[in-house]
């Protein structure tokens, strides 16, 4: 999410921007210590319990595509999309049997170990520059990425992956915030810009036991995103103000 450039440290087991507000709170209730993380000067912060990464079981399939370089300067910038396992094998096949000895500039069919698994990569190399493909393990590390968007007013535009208990508040102006593979979290958007014209948008990607605090016109939908066949389908769906469970 970004372009890329965004530094990240390890606070309370997640990484979030290195240029954010952090400090530490009592839990009223436990006593323990919870993990404040301030995201802007507008009211956006996350709260959460100490974060323990998974051990990654899932496997996903992932196009990478790189676009060039501005030529009024600036960085080619790398594009991640998913893919179907379907693609990835046939992809896997066609690049094989293009690859030989004789043909040593052919697309390259590689296998990399990762712990005991031997997984797959392919590279391949066309008019509009190179392509790679990449089986690996959903990555399960709790992260905290933001950005701002548009021209006339911002929209904060966040995604907030694989945590346990945390709390999202969102801010002043409007938001489109996306929480996936998380569980027993909550995101409150329903305390400002509850009109039409700057409502907010939230997103619960899998897991399960989260909840959703929605303001007027806040559109929320929670959906299932099939690594397998890289499908997201949307099992509920609401536009109006209200407090929504998965």
Same mark, same amino acid.
């Given at each position: 999410?970004?372009?890329?450039?965004?530094?990240?440290?390890?606070?309370?087991?997640?990484?979030?921007?290195?240029?954010?507000?952090?400090?530490?709170?009592?839990?009223?209730?436990?006593?323990? /210590?919870?993990?404040?993380?301030?995201?802007?000067?507008?009211?956006?912060?996350?709260?959460?319990?100490?974060?323990?990464? &998974?051990?990654?079981?899932?496997?996903?399939?992932? &196009?990478?595509? +790189?676009?060039?370089?501005?030529?009024?300067?600036?960085?080619?910038?790398?594009?991640?999309?998913?893919?179907? /396992?379907?693609?990835?094998?046939?992809?896997?096949?066609? *690049?094989?049997?293009?690859?030989?000895?004789?043909? %040593?500039?052919?697309?390259?069919? #590689? +296998?990399?170990?990762?712990?005991?698994?031997? %997984?797959?990569?392919?590279?391949?190399?066309?008019?509009?520059?190179?392509?790679?493909?990449?089986?690996?393990?959903?990555?399960?590390?709790?992260?905290?990425?933001?950005?701002?968007?548009?021209? %006339?007013?911002?929209?904060?535009?966040? /995604?907030?992956?694989?945590?346990?208990?945390?709390?999202? &508040?969102?801010?002043?102006?409007?938001?489109?915030?996306? %929480?996936?593979? +998380?569980?027993?979290?909550?995101?409150?958007?329903?305390?400002?810009?509850?009109?039409?014209?700057?409502?907010?948008?939230?997103?619960?990607?899998?897991?399960?036991?989260? /909840?959703?605090?929605?303001?007027?016109?806040? #559109?929320?939908?929670? *959906?299932?995103?099939?690594?397998?066949?890289? #499908?997201?389908?949307?099992?509920?769906?609401? #536009? +109006?103000?209200?407090?929504?469970?998965?």
């Amino acid at each position: 999410m970004g372009d890329g450039k965004v530094e990240y440290v390890n606070f309370g087991g997640a990484l979030v921007p290195e240029n954010s507000r952090r400090t530490t709170i009592p839990d009223e209730e436990t006593g323990k /210590k919870l993990y404040c993380v301030f995201l802007d000067d507008k009211g956006t912060k996350i709260t959460y319990p100490e974060q323990n990464k &998974k051990q990654p079981k899932q496997i996903e399939y992932v &196009k990478l595509t +790189s676009s060039r370089a501005s030529l009024f300067g600036g960085e080619a910038t790398v594009h991640e999309t998913n893919i179907s /396992k379907a693609q990835f094998d046939s992809i896997w096949e066609d *690049a094989r049997s293009f690859t030989s000895c004789e043909n %040593l500039n052919a697309n390259s069919v #590689k +296998s990399y170990y990762k712990g005991d698994n031997n %997984l797959r990569h392919v590279e391949t190399g066309t008019n509009t520059g190179l392509k790679w493909y990449y089986e690996g393990f959903v990555d399960t590390q709790p992260k905290v990425e933001i950005q701002q968007e548009g021209l %006339l007013f911002n929209t904060n535009k966040m /995604k907030v992956s694989n945590f346990s208990g945390a709390t999202v &508040k969102g801010s002043e102006d409007e938001d489109d915030i996306t %929480l996936q593979n +998380s569980d027993n979290c909550t995101i409150e958007v329903d305390s400002d810009n509850n009109n039409i014209l700057f409502s907010d948008n939230v997103k619960v990607v899998n897991g399960s036991g989260n /909840k959703v605090v929605a303001g007027d016109y806040d #559109k929320t939908t929670f *959906a299932k995103f099939d690594y397998n066949t890289a #499908k997201e389908t949307a099992v509920k769906q609401y #536009k +109006s103000e209200g407090k929504y469970k998965q």
